[in-house]
């Protein structure tokens, strides 16, 4: 990198831009004063000492033979804003255009370049550049002594320096990216689905500029549906909105703009009332299973098509994106797909909610005939969501729904079973149920059908009342109900063979696991049986255990009835023949070592 001394006075025709992904200016009062303070410190001190405010790290745009400021655009605006001040004219602008450009926020820019000229502004006023002005003029008037105004005012042109850091010319899109996602890291405040707004965006015709940054707008706030949430039309408006979009993508965008919140496609504005918000509504807090940048993903892949095999890990999402670069005709289309799979994502996948900030459950936007389908499909899309990586489950779901859509046979979709049937295929093959080969997933999908079953297999009304509310939940460690070494006294003792076994393993969190590890079946009974009775609070941490404790011993024979009948529900849960074979085999019968 070459590194180059400046001043506002020898600055010679260096323009910059800031991009887009970087924020605006947003100093406080109290930085301005500290800025000026200092420099007047300075000054007071020695007149002929420099008062250095930094590097401007940048990377030089051929196209339009600026600089694009990577880092620093806070300070530079400070300078432009110093120069508005006291009025440096050959500072601030070069043959009429200012020094400090705004890529696509044109109102900002117009901002400035009006104080640039000292012309009056009534249209749109930049708050933080304004309150900026105003905190150096009353600095200057209130805190400069009139002898030393004309010096001090000279010292801050002639004397406040800074270094310009140039990025290689010959850097590929590969190296910068690599450069903003190390800056990312490093804590510098850049976010990387904002850097890749402005690459995509750039790429596009001028005439797709607009409705795609609106779509991108829009479709970034995930955790607010992108349709207004109203439970009686909600289905109608999705649907309706939906087939828009695969018809014409810019219907669905008629009324948006890029404040979220007076967009169509965003709740409405809610209207002024004097009435007190109810509790639900006021603590109520929903999202979406994914961030954006995840979401970014999904997308990708699913614009891309199969013959091109994308990583997940977002902290490379603009390594990631450079297959989409190279290929510049799907640009536009990910943008549109962008806004199609955002709905269909808000309608047939959960999002979390919680009333208290602490209990997560969730809702479903997609509606069925009956309530029992649709709380079926919420148990197995969170039974996926906490067992399996989002993209091995998500696309192909997402993928589905487009396809049923676009063929308008939703009314004919049998969503759940597509589900179950998706899944079922994805685990055909070797199962392996011992301790130490055993997935978390199985814990999760014999809790599914438990659940589902639930009338059939939990006959005691206070456990069929804890199987009705029980909610699927992440970071779960496996556990062994007889423990390998039990730390409290035991009648109960296992050989090897059988306390590695799936009857003897149960799934529990890991605060449960910490304080339960290796305790023996009777002290891990009584802590069930408190909470089921009610005399104590929290949550039941799996149904296999539930059934687990409704035996009143742990002893051989009740591992191996209870690892061949949690088999068995597996077993049922699949229609595959050799699956239902493999899992046959895994039985315990008197000659099954």
Known sequence: MGVNRFTPANIGGNKFTIPLYQRLFEWEEKQVVQLMQDLYNSFLDNKENPYYIGVLTVFKDKTQNKFSLVDGQQRFTVLMLLGVVLEWEDFLQLSNE????????????????????????????NVKMDMAIVTIQSFLKKEVEEKNLEGYTKYIKEQTTFFISELPQDYSSIELNRYFEAMNEAGKGLENHEILKVQLLKKLKEEDFDRCTKIWNAVSQMDKCLVRQKEDEIKDRYIKRIFETFEEPHKALEDATTDPQKSELKIRAIKATKEKPKDNARNREEGALLDFQEFLLIVLDITLGEDVSIGFDKNKLLSTFEQLEKQQEKIKPFFDNLLIYRLLFDYCIIRTTSLDGRTTTYTLNYSD?????????????????????????????????????????????????????????????????????????????????????????????????????????????????????????????????????????????????????????????????????????????????????????????????????????????????????????????????
């Open 98 to 125: 200012l020094r400090l450009t705004f890529f696509a926020r044109k109102k900002d820019e117009a901002y400035l370049k009006a104080k640039a000229e000292n012309v009056e502004t009534k249209d749109y006023i």
């Open 369 to 593: 005939n009956t309530d029992q389908p649709k709380q079926a499909l919420i148990h197995y899309q969170s039974m996926l969501y906490v067992s399996t990586a989002y993209n091995i489950w998500l696309i192909p779901l997402m993928k589905k729904f487009h396809e049923v859509f676009i063929n308008d046979k939703l009314k004919d979709f049998e969503f759940l079973n597509f589900q179950k049937t998706w899944d079922n295929e994805r685990h055909k093959g070797d199962i392996r149920l011992n301790y130490g080969s055993i997935n978390r997933y199985w814990f999760w999908r014999l809790d599914y059908y438990l659940w589902e079953r639930r009338e059939e297999f939990f006959k005691d009304e206070a456990k069929k009342k804890i199987a009705n509310q029980y909610i699927f939940r992440p970071n779960r460690s496996i556990e062994h109900v007889a423990p390998q070494t039990p730390k409290s006294e035991s009648t109960i003792k296992l050989n090897d063979d059988i306390l590695h076994k799936f009857g003897n393993l149960s799934m529990i969190s890991a605060g449960q696991n910490s304080s339960l590890k290796n305790e023996s079946y009777e002290v891990k009974k009584a802590h069930i049986t408190s909470f089921v009775n009610g005399s104590v609070g929290g949550s039941i941490e799996s149904l296999k255990l539930l059934k687990i404790f409704e035996s009143k011993t742990w002893n051989e024979a009740e591992v191996k009835k209870h690892h061949n009948d949690m088999i068995d529900i597996l077993i049922a849960s699949f229609e595959d023949k050799d699956t239902k074979e493999n899992l046959e085999k895994i039985k315990h019968t008197d000659n099954h070592a």
